[in-house]
């Protein structure tokens, strides 16, 4: 294969696999105890995981709805169009619970408002700056900050929401549409890594050629 057909083989993929593979949050989930707040969320997630899952985006239950009785819902049906990637325990209701969603969100500069609705309590750090929070519990209510540190670009992210008992939902939006990862910029600095290498292999091939 020539250099210009392997190349547009990779640029093939590349796009192919971008479009396909869906990026989503990574999603964890811890079946704890009763929780008072924020304290109680905070040492829940020092423990292991109870199960994984990915996250395409942050609106459970999907959609309109706010809640759903935590005592009789699962995790799984909680997560609804997500609830199928759950690795480890799934049949579990999601009453006093933990859930955590990382991954990677674009900000594009200036005045940002995010805006996390929760029953019960939440926090958000995005690079590790806590942005907003949610301590106590409580019904489904909203926190809404706006916040203008953050210059262009790409930014770790941490949800971490918490349901005690009665209903449980958790809904995050960034400028008013529901918050959803990016492709980490990491698998494209891969991607021109990779294209580099092939050059760099086929100027080899050139000079051993001459
Ligand atoms: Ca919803
Ligand atoms: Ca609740």
Redesign the pocket.
């Known amino acids: 294969m020539s250099l210009k057909a392997s190349a547009a083989a990779i640029t093939a993929l590349a796009l192919s696999s971008g479009a396909a593979g869906a990026v989503t949050f990574q999603g964890e989930f811890w079946d704890t105890g009763s929780l008072s707040g924020i304290a109680d969320a905070e040492a829940a997630i020092l423990s292991s995981p109870t199960a994984l899952f990915t996250s395409s985006g942050i ?8 809640t759903f009785p935590s005592a009789t819902t699962t995790v799984e049906q909680f997560l609804g169009v997500d609830g199928a990637s759950l690795t480890g325990s799934n049949a579990t209701p999601f009453e006093t619970s933990v859930f955590r969603f990382t991954g990677q969100i674009y900000l594009s500069g200036g005045a940002q408002t995010f805006s996390v609705s929760s029953d019960d309590g939440f926090w958000l750090d995005v690079d590790g700056i806590r942005v907003a929070e949610f301590a106590s519990n409580r019904g489904f209510r909203t926190t809404t900050v706006v916040d203008s540190s953050f210059t262009a670009g790409f930014y770790d992210f941490e949800l971490v929401y918490w349901e005690n008992t009665g209903s449980g ?1 958790i ?1 995050a939006a960034l400028n008013g549409a529901t918050l959803e990862p990016v492709p980490l910029p990491a698998s494209l600095s891969l991607a021109l890594a990779g294209f580099a290498g092939l050059g760099v292999a086929a100027r080899r091939r050139a000079r051993r050629r001459a």
């Open positions: 609106d459970y239950p999907n959609g309109d709805r706010n939902g809904e």
